[in-house]
C-alpha cells in the first residue's frame, strides 16, 4: 500500500523558510513522479512542484518559481520541497502527491498525503 507522509510544516515569519518533506513506501517509484500541492483556506488545492524520480525532471507553478525547490533523496524515498522568501500568501496546508506522470493536475496523482500546515506570519 502506497503511504505518503509530509513533515517540516510550521510557523515562520515573512521572508523566511521553510523545508517540507515527503516519506513514501509501498511502492517502487522509479518511472513515477512526486507532486506537491497546497489549499489555503477558502481556496482550491492548487499546484506547487513536481519531479519525476528517474532523471529529476522538475515543473513549478509560476507563483513560486525562483523561491521554491523540489528535489529527492532516491535512497530515502524522499521529496523535499525547500521553501524561500515566504510570504503570507503561502500560508496553506502542503500536500504531497504520487503519480506516473510529471504533471500540474490533480487528477493525474492516485495516491495523496495528510498534508502539513505551512502558516506564513507578517
Known amino acids: 500500500q502506497v503511504k505518503l507522509v509530509e513533515s517540516g510544516g510550521g510557523l515562520v515569519q515573512a521572508g523566511g523558510s521553510l523545508r517540507l518533506s515527503c516519506a513514501a513506501s509501498?511502492?517502487?517509484?522509479?518511472?513515477?513522479?512526486m507532486g506537491w500541492f497546497r489549499q489555503a483556506p477558502g481556496k482550491e488545492r492548487e499546484f506547487v512542484a513536481a519531479?519525476?524520480?528517474?532523471?529529476?525532471?522538475?515543473r513549478y507553478a509560476d507563483s513560486v518559481k525562483g523561491r521554491f525547490t523540489i528535489s529527492r533523496a532516491n535512497a530515502k524515498n524522499t521529496v523535499y520541497l525547500q521553501m524561500n522568501s515566504l510570504t503570507p500568501e503561502d500560508t496553506a496546508t502542503y500536500y504531497c502527491?504520487?503519480?506516473?506522470?510529471?504533471?500540474?493536475?490533480?487528477?493525474?496523482?492516485?495516491?495523496w498525503g495528510q498534508g502539513t500546515q505551512v502558516t506564513v506570519s507578517s
Open positions: 509501498g511502492r517502487t517509484f522509479s518511472g513515477y513522479a
Open positions: 502527491a504520487t503519480g506516473p506522470v510529471l504533471s500540474g493536475y490533480q487528477t493525474q496523482y492516485d495516491y
Open positions: 519531479i519525476r524520480w528517474s532523471g529529476g525532471s522538475t
